[in-house]
């Protein structure tokens, strides 16, 4: 079964901090999905990130960057210079499988709060 | 493009009685799945429709349930509300089933509250 753990629960910065929020994954597939989306205060899941197993690729995306280790499972979220803005709940999110079985296996999230 | 459009936004009901929320997704997307989001179990996999067939469930009780429209848009219904059902329902649109390999894009949800 399919598994992700979000150990931070609640993360408090000032602004223009740099904060790294935590994303273990368990799976027995070898194809996989991972995920990243934010939750405003409005409800709506917004997408960040989708990264396939087999890309172990970092990415960077503005103030935004991912770190992908399938050696230690997990896919790591960081914000520099974190901005008012991005207050709000992340959610980790993986899927075992593209086609009819395929679903979100979200992480209970981690609500960052960014202080003036 | 329009995205993931729920209605309604907000709905009030009484244990017994029954809801039923829309979902339309994104123009061109076949597949729709729901989720469940409570502050205890967190967001939780309902089921997904793809060409008006159920394709994938998750583990809710019978009294969830739902259908998909030749449109693809998507109803879900859940019978004899109970206290524990107030959650935020929450709607996904994927170009094809399976939507992992082509991303899964939310709207905004549906805020039910039993009381």
């Known amino acids: 079964a399919q598994k992700v753990t979000q150990a931070q629960t609640e993360i408090s910065v000032v602004e223009k901090e740099d904060v790294t929020l935590d994303c273990v994954y368990e799976?027995?597939?070898?194809?996989?999905?991972l995920f990243w989306y934010k939750q405003p205060p409005s409800g709506e899941l917004v997408f960040l990130i989708r990264?396939?197993?087999?890309?172990?690729q970092n990415e960077i995306s503005g103030r935004y960057s991912w770190n992908f280790q399938k050696s230690t499972s997990s896919f790591n979220f960081t914000i520099t210079a974190s901005q008012v803005v991005d207050s709000a709940v992340y959610f980790c999110?993986?899927?075992?499988?593209?086609?009819?079985?395929?679903?979100?296996?979200f992480g209970k999230g981690i609500t960052l709060s960014v202080r003036p | 493009k329009a995205g993931v459009t729920q209605t309604p936004r907000y709905l009030i009901k009484t244990r017994g009685q029954q809801v039923t929320l829309s979902c339309s997704p994104i123009s061109g997307h076949r597949s729709v799945s729901w989720y469940q989001q409570t502050p205890g179990q967190g967001l939780q996999f309902l089921f997904e429709?793809?060409?008006?067939?159920?394709?994938n469930k998750g583990n809710f009780p019978g009294r969830f349930s739902g259908r998909q429209f030749s449109n693809s848009r998507s109803e879900m219904n859940v019978s004899t509300l109970e206290l524990g059902d107030s959650a935020l329902y929450l709607c996904a649109s994927s170009l094809d089933v399976g939507g992992a390999g082509y991303g899964y894009t939310f709207g905004s949800g549906t805020r039910l509250t039993v009381v």
């Open positions: 999110a993986l899927s075992e499988a593209a086609g009819a079985n395929s679903k979100l296996t």
């Open positions: 799976t027995r597939d070898t194809t996989y999905y």
């Open positions: 990264r396939n197993s087999f890309d172990e």
């Open positions: 429709y793809f060409s008006e067939t159920q394709r």
